[in-house]
T-cell receptor
Framework: TQLLEQSPQFLSIQEGENLTVYCNSSSVFSSLQWYRQEPGEGPVLLVT?????EVKKLKRLTFQFGDARKDSSLHITAAQPGDTGLYLCAGARGTASKLTFGTGTRLQVTL | DTAVSQTPKYLVTQMGNDKSIKCEQN?????MYWYKQDSKKFLKIMFS???????INETVPNRFSPKSPDKAHLNLHINSLELGDSAVYFC?????????????FGDGTRLSIL
């Protein structure tokens, strides 16, 4: 059983469209991170959210942590080809040292 | 300039062989990790070291043995390689033991078992 389920699994959209990626769990997380991974490279951290209901913006990307800290979403406005990649959410529970990664969402943005 | 570097980038070998992957970070971090990413892109923690002390040891076959000679290096040795070991292995580092700390990943080692 995956602790962090992401949806959709795959997403192919055209440049300029908006999209939302979801990261859901039945467990509470003390913090949640979003990473983007491009082919042949390792994941790169985009943002960390720690407070229930928190919203963070990174240019055209908006991240939200659910009020109960069990879920998160990533919204991209006016997607560009440079947004193409694998998006991974990852949660930390309490003071544990282990980060649990989500199942991933593969995004492709075409011209 | 590379913050977390892994070698080799590609490793193709036969079943039953023993191989090692090396990782070095120049970020001054005290915690390093090994992850395995399978063909479905699921990323799973294998091991973590903090100041050369093993702090995470997930359910991984004994054939996998990590070694941290100092806090800037974490190597992974794999004995008697099996077909199921084919995957991309990522090294990462962070400052502090807390999982909430940002992790910096290497570019991965793609291991293919023939």
């Amino acid at each position: 059983t995956q602790l962090l389920e992401q949806s959709p699994q795959f997403l192919s959209i055209q440049e300029g469209e908006n999209l939302t990626v979801y990261c859901n769990s039945s467990s509470v997380f003390s913090s949640l991170q979003w990473y983007r991974q491009e082919p042949g490279e390792g994941p790169v951290l985009l943002v960390t959210v720690v407070t229930g209901g928190e919203v963070k913006k990174l240019k055209r990307l908006t991240f939200q942590f659910g009020d109960a800290r069990k879920d998160s979403s990533l919204h991209i406005t006016a997607a560009q080809p440079g947004d193409t990649g694998l998006y991974l959410c990852a949660g930390a529970r309490g003071t544990a040292s282990k980060l649990t990664f989500g199942t991933g969402t593969r995004l492709q943005v075409t011209l | 300039d590379t913050a977390v570097s892994q070698t080799p980038k590609y490793l193709v070998t036969q079943m039953g062989n023993d191989k090692s992957i090396k990782c070095e970070q120049n970020l001054g971090h005290d915690t390093m990790y090994w992850y395995k990413q399978d063909s479905k892109k699921f990323l799973k923690i294998m091991f973590s070291y903090n100041n050369k002390e093993l702090i995470i040891n997930e359910t991984v076959p004994n054939r996998f043995s990590p070694k941290s000679p100092d806090k800037a290096h974490l190597n992974l040795h794999i004995n008697s390689l099996e077909l199921g070991d084919s995957a991309v292995y990522f090294c990462a580092s962070s400052q502090g033991r807390a999982a909430s700390q940002p992790q910096h990943f290497g570019d991965g080692t793609r291991l293919s078992i023939l």
